[in-house]
């Protein structure tokens, strides 16, 4: 996430406020290293020749720090490499009450191994994967309330 993305955030924020009654904060985690940061585990380069690293999991150690409070309950999301980071966290943990892993990035070796468990999973939905990813997706955003 960049300065560049405070804008948007604060615009997603005012429409959620809309939506609900319900007293919300959400919280945008700075990542420094896109496909490293947010990758599960390592897979070569799919653009370019910057491969992706297996930096998930202290990503994740990261968020949960900042969701340590047990009276409040937390949801995790993210777009194309987020939305994969966040569909594999919600299996590495319960202290989400729900994940939003939009159009998840579906290009890194493995993920298709999500994908099957998640069409399994009991909330029945189904994930596929879709879209390109954009020059400014550097951003995995939690919610709480």
């Not at 993305?5 to 990542?31: H, N, P, S, W, Y």
């Amino acid at each position: 996430m960049g300065d560049h993305d405070l804008r948007e955030i604060e615009g997603e924020v005012a429409q959620i406020r809309k939506l609900t009654a319900l007293d919300f904060q959400m919280t945008a985690v700075k990542v420094d290293d896109w496909n490293l940061d947010l990758s599960p585990w390592k897979a070569p380069a799919v653009f370019g020749n910057e491969d992706f690293g297996e930096g998930a999991a202290s990503l994740l150690e990261e968020i949960l720090r900042l969701c340590s409070d047990e009276s409040k309950t937390y949801y995790l999301g993210g777009y194309s490499l987020a939305g994969l980071f966040s569909l594999w966290a919600s299996y590495q943990t319960d202290r989400f009450a729900g994940v939003a892993a939009a159009s998840p990035c579906g290009v890194v070796p493995r993920v298709s191994a999500l994908y099957e468990r998640a069409r399994e999973s009991e909330s029945g939905s189904l994930l596929k994967p879709g879209g390109q990813r954009g020059k400014d997706e550097k951003s995995c955003y939690g919610y709480c309330r």
